[in-house]
């Protein structure tokens, strides 16, 4: 098994309005084994302007990783997941969509526009804290993301 430590950070956009879910997830996201870069944009637009690289991001690095909150200011999730899967440069950008949202219609949508999988968030600290995790060990252990040779 790798040293996973030793091995550059791992580089994560959190697509996020909510401070709480945002300190919840910053907390889930600390540990000794894995070191993981966590940037966080409050609203849509600046997501798309910290993956393009523009304005005050021109040095921003690539994310390995996208978790999007569907419910967002000025662009909305939805908007956020349909420019990142229909732009050459982004599209392959793993992007899970972590919101509050149950409706079939944002699952079957998200899915519709190449969302890499779909998690509610839950409404207990706890079994939040949980999920991230579980994000966190399959998407940086077990899943092979695409511009992270082997190290």
Known sequence: MRNLSAAKPIEVLL????PGDVLL????LRNDILRVNLTVAT???EAMEFLR???????APR???VLLDLNLPRKDGRE??????????????PVIILTTSQA???IFKAYALNANCYIQKPMDLEQFIRVVRNIESFWFTVVKLP???AS
Not at 25 to 28: G, K, M
Not at 53 to 59: I, K, L, P, Q, V
Not at 86 to 93: A, I, N, Q, R, V
């Open 43 to 45: 609203e849509g637009e």
């Open 53 to 59: 690289r523009r304005g005050r991001h021109a040095d």
């Open 104 to 106: 079939e219609e944002d």
């Open 147 to 149: 511009g992270r040779g």
């Open 25 to 28: 997830t910053r907390e889930a």
């Open 80 to 93: 956020v997941l349909a420019e990142i899967k229909g732009d050459p440069f982004l599209k392959t950008l």
């Open 63 to 65: 994310p390995d990783l």
């Open 15 to 18: 697509v996020e309005d909510n």
